[in-house]
């Protein structure tokens, strides 16, 4: 059951996902109507949010128990007594997961309008309320109080300040305005802070403002399970390559119990700062941020100084996790992709440059997880099939958890490789809604099964590196 428009690519980018998804190997596998079945069911499901939102405890602070507790009382008092359950997962101990309701299609539209950018949108359809500088317009008259209607301008074609707007436009739900348009639109510069506190979402999700800040750490369900595959052992040297904002680098810190170390990179120095300030909050003591390009972080010759930070010298590392900067197409809700196919493209060079970077970088014997939240093949089971001939010392490794399919035909893999992968595709179930009635009637399994489905576009590859050579 699909509520939004299917998501928009530009032209040349859509024929390029169309030759992906159509070709001869997966063709030959499925035929050419269960594959094109798939793929646009896929590009409905990219338009909505996951069917659950995600939240990983900081079991280095609290019990899963404990905190599961304070989150349903939470919840329960968000949504006004609606009883909505928290449900932890059997092969994933550190998350809580709580089902999403809606969509809701018959909610009353009011006459006053406020108009949010997408990415503002995108979070509203999560959980979030409304914030200031995501306002793009609003209606002449909206004064702190009113009831309002609230749209995403997902084209990015709205002017700021606009009175009206009759362009493409998504409904997101209803709100109360905080604050009057004048004070929205002030001649002294932007206001910071909540503009419109949602009451009606159309999908209804917690928020999570200033909610158990040091014990919940909100993220989709595939980015977990990648620390959980890295498996990272206390007292080991750890490489997060590309760590912002920070999420699984806090992730595999507790995983290791606070012993040993993790270095966490990213070349871009406010989100190296976000990771300090995560870590500080988690009171995580053994991550190092380094702001850093990582494909500059191999060390050619040795030098006397004995220096904590990047480069670093070969085989320096026990596990690297290369959760490498991509295409992003796997990111929901997202109703209009903006990138070009170039910078598409773009992404396999860097990807290679950073892989590489990252084999030199591991000790013989140590483990490499790369991952990205895109779902093309050319960032994925085409990195896999270049990495295994172009290193011949990696050897694909089995990934424990394993709760994502297995890899996409199309890139010359096995059988056996393709198992071996884990590729989270969001098209697996039908898209449907889910309300209070439904909610009920569902057994903990089936709902369980259900968010291991429809979550992120993901993907994850485990290897080994077998000697220096």
């Known amino acids: 059951m699909s509520f939004f428009p299917k998501i928009v690519f530009q032209h040349e980018v859509e024929e390029y996902l169309t030759k992906v998804f159509r070709n001869n190997e997966l063709i030959s596998a499925l035929g050419t109507q269960e594959a094109e079945k798939k793929y646009q069911s896929l590009l409905s499901h990219l338009s909505h949010p996951p069917a659950f939102t995600t939240v990983r405890v900081n079991t280095h602070l609290a019990s899963v128990q404990h905190v599961k507790k304070m989150l349903f009382e939470e919840i329960q008092k968000q949504f006004k007594g609606l009883c909505v359950p928290v449900l932890e997962h059997p ?48 209606s002449r008259f909206v004064k702190a109080g009113d009831l309002v209607s609230v749209y995403s301008d997902i084209e990015g074609k709205c002017k700021r300040g606009a009175k009206e707007f009759n362009g493409v436009k998504v409904f997101l739900g209803n709100g109360i305005s905080e604050l009057s348009r004048s004070e929205i639109f002030s001649s002294s510069g932007p206001l910071k802070g909540l503009g419109i506190r949602m009451i009606e979402p159309v999908y209804l999700s917690p928020s999570f403002d200033n909610v158990l800040p040091s014990h919940l750490f909100l993220q989709n369900l595939p980015s977990v399970v990648v620390s959980h595959v890295l498996n990272p052992q206390p007292g080991e040297k ?28 990213d070349k871009i120095a406010n989100k190296v700062k976000k990771i300090k300030q995560n870590a500080e909050f988690l009171q995580l003591n053994c991550i190092k941020a380094f702001c850093y390009d990582g494909t500059k972080a191999l060390l050619v010759e040795k030098t006397e100084d004995k220096q904590e930070g990047p480069p670093f010298l070969p085989e320096s590392f026990d596990r690297i996790l290369l959760d490498a900067p991509c295409s992003g197409m796997g990111q929901r809700p997202n109703m209009a992709y903006s990138s070009t196919l170039k910078e598409v493209t773009s992404y396999q060079p860097l990807q290679r440059k950073l892989f590489t970077v990252a084999v030199k970088l591991l000790k013989p014997g140590g483990v490499l997880v790369y991952s990205t939240c895109t779902i093309t093949l050319s960032e994925n089971e085409e990195q896999v ?39 989270f595709d969001p098209s697996a179930v039908t898209l449907r809604g889910m309300n209070i009635n439904s909610l009920q009637d569902s057994r903990e399994d089936d709902l369980i099964s259900l968010a291991n489905k429809d979550c992120i576009g993901f993907f994850i590859a485990k290897f080994i590196k077998l000697n220096s050579k």
Not at 107 to 129: M, N
């Open 91 to 138: 092969k994933l101990q550190d998350i809580l997961l709580i089902p999403v309701i809606g969509p809701r299609p018959d909610l009353k539209k009011h006459a006053s309008e406020v108009i949010v950018g997408a990415q503002c949108g995108y979070a509203v359809l999560r959980g979030a309320h409304v914030y200031v500088p995501g306002i793009v317009s609003t």
């Open 385 to 423: 099939a270049w990495a295994l001939k172009t290193f011949p010392c990696l050897q694909l490794h089995p990934q424990e958890p394993h709760i994502g399919g297995e890899g996409m035909k199309g890139a010359g893999l096995s059988l056996d490789q393709l198992k071996l992968l884990q590729r």
């Open 238 to 265: 750890i490489l997060d390559m590309c760590a912002a904002p920070g999420g699984k680098t806090t992730h595999i810190a507790t995983l290791m119990h606070d012993q040993g170390e993790v270095i966490a990179m």
